[in-house]
């Protein structure tokens, strides 16, 4: 796969300037009433696309993780007429679930579907040292932690609330508009129980698409969205003795070292009832199995006894892709590449990539009153960069500066022990906002890090010699 740095987005195709008014070519059932709060959005008027009659404007959503999940939501509340395509209903993606405090509220997450509220966490160097961090968090403050397929089911089903046709199929291809305001064709295999394991050939007429489906998009390759670099995460759900579940009740570990990863971290996350141990990489993909295994050497008086009871594996996205947008359909989640560096953190930034991308159809059709155009989605990348772009480059340059060797290994854990760190740390993580510094501590911090740093280069060139 070619190599694509954040900055190499490039330009995006104009539209035609024919104008043609879809149908639609399937049934979808009638947008229900219901008691759901809506969330009021700033709707603009005096567009120019024509208005649309004797419907609301229709949107394909294609794929039902968190992503798609609150995409669909969203536009249903908006009063577009939603379609959620999803292929698994009970998919279990590998992936760590833990998610920022912040999202719990913005997204009205009932508790019960978080598994663990995670106050306490240990980073473990290379050579085992071990620092607890969490000591700066408030007594209200923790990091959730969520299995996948409950999290998904979960906002599959609010969206199905609020209006939202969930479908379970598979999106087999897009066919693309003819002129300006012609519909796109979606090609899928519905999955009735009936037809058999290839499903039912459907097609169904939208005005827009939200590709939401993953790192491994086929809306992506229908625009022609360009190749991006990826990690393979390997998972184990591990079932452990009740005494030593007790252990992991509100704590997490990462560990460090190029036994378990040249490039990224082992983790044991807690879930309901058993724990989530894992690894990824992006430079050693054939050799992940043998990082996995690392990973529960390195834990292994912690989860002895444990058996495994679910194996997962899957591609994470490294930065965003060459082309998000193209016309009336844009990508959100891990279609677009909304995973950050160094921490492998994307549930959020999924779940508010889908939701974002929504609100501008909506304020762009005026609640579903007019056709949409590309401007209209432009907008949601133009606030996107706006507000994550820094958090992203700051993670890609932490993880270059200190994954590269085991001694820089060594120096970012001996750095994590720092209490001014860890503030700053979590206070960004949890709310989602860079945090305000203390100009002080900055320059302690910033000499600490040179020191640490300085450490680490010399180590290193000693384990040379040897």
């Known amino acids: 796969m070619a190599s694509v740095t954040l900055k190499s987005f490039i330009g995006l195709r104009q539209s035609s300037p024919e104008n043609h008014h879809p149908s639609i070519t399937v049934l979808s059932k009638p947008l229900p009433s219901n008691q759901i709060h809506y969330r009021r959005l700033n709707v603009i008027a005096g567009k120019s696309s024509p208005k649309i009659t004797g419907r609301n404007l229709r ?52 508790l019960d579907i978080i598994d663990r509220r995670v106050t306490k966490m ?15 968090l408030k007594p209200h403050e923790y990091i ?23 479908i379970n199929g598979l999106f087999v291809k897009m066919d693309k508009p003819s002129d300006k305001y012609a519909p796109y064709v979606i090609h899928y295999n519905a999955y009735d129980g009936k037809v058999g394991s290839a499903g039912k050939k459907v097609t169904v007429e939208v005005d827009a698409v939200i590709g939401a489906d993953g790192a491994n998009s ?8 360009g190749d991006y670099e990826y990690a393979i995460a390997f998972q184990e759900r591990i079932k452990i003795p009740n005494d030593k579940m007790q252990y992991y009740e509100n704590l997490a570990e990462m560990y460090v070292g190029d036994d378990v990863s040249p490039d990224f971290y082992g983790w044991v996350f807690p879930k309901c009832d058993h724990v989530a141990v894992g690894t990824g990489t992006v430079t050693h993909k054939p050799d992940i199995k043998k990082f996995q295994l690392a990973t529960r050497l390195r834990a292994r008086d912690k989860i002895l006894g444990g058996k495994i009871i679910r194996v997962e594996a899957h591609p994470i996205p490294e930065h965003p892709r060459p082309r998000r947008l ?30 974002m991308c929504a609100e501008a159809i ?75 510094g203390n100009p002080l ?3 302690k911090l910033a000499v600490n890090t040179i020191g640490s740093l300085v450490r680490a280069n010399a180590l290193r060139k000693e384990m040379a010699k040897i």
């Open 59 to 110: 949107v394909a959503v294609v794929g039902g993780g968190p992503a798609g999940g609150a995409a669909a939501e969203t536009l249903a509340k908006g009063g577009i007429e939603t379609i959620l395509i999803e292929r698994k209903m009970d998919n279990a993606k590998p992936c760590g679930g833990a998610i920022p405090l912040c999202m719990v509220g913005e997204f009205d997450l009932p």
């Open 122 to 136: 240990k980073m473990i160097s290379p050579s085992n040292v071990a620092v607890d961090i969490g000591q700066t």
């Open 144 to 166: 959730g932690m969520v299995r996948r397929e409950v999290l998904d089911a979960y906002l599959r089903e609010r969206a199905a609330a609020a209006g939202a046709t969930v």
């Open 218 to 225: 086929r809306v992506a390759k229908s625009i022609d969205a």
């Open 326 to 355: 193209s016309d009336r359909v844009a990508l959100v989640g891990d279609a677009a590449g909304y995973v950050t560096k160094c921490s492998g953190e994307g549930i959020y930034f999924a779940a508010k990539s889908g939701r």
């Open 362 to 436: 909506v304020e762009g059709s005026e609640n579903g009153r007019r056709m949409v155009e590309e401007s209209d989605l432009r907008s949601y990348l133009e606030k996107w960069d706006k507000r994550y772009w820094p958090t992203y480059k700051v993670l890609d340059i932490l993880q270059k500066v200190f994954y590269r060797s085991n001694p820089a290994r060594e120096a970012f854990v001996e750095m994590c022990g720092d209490e001014y760190v860890q503030k700053m740390t979590f206070d960004s993580y949890l709310y989602k906002k860079v945090a305000p």
């Open 441 to 443: 501590e900055d320059l």
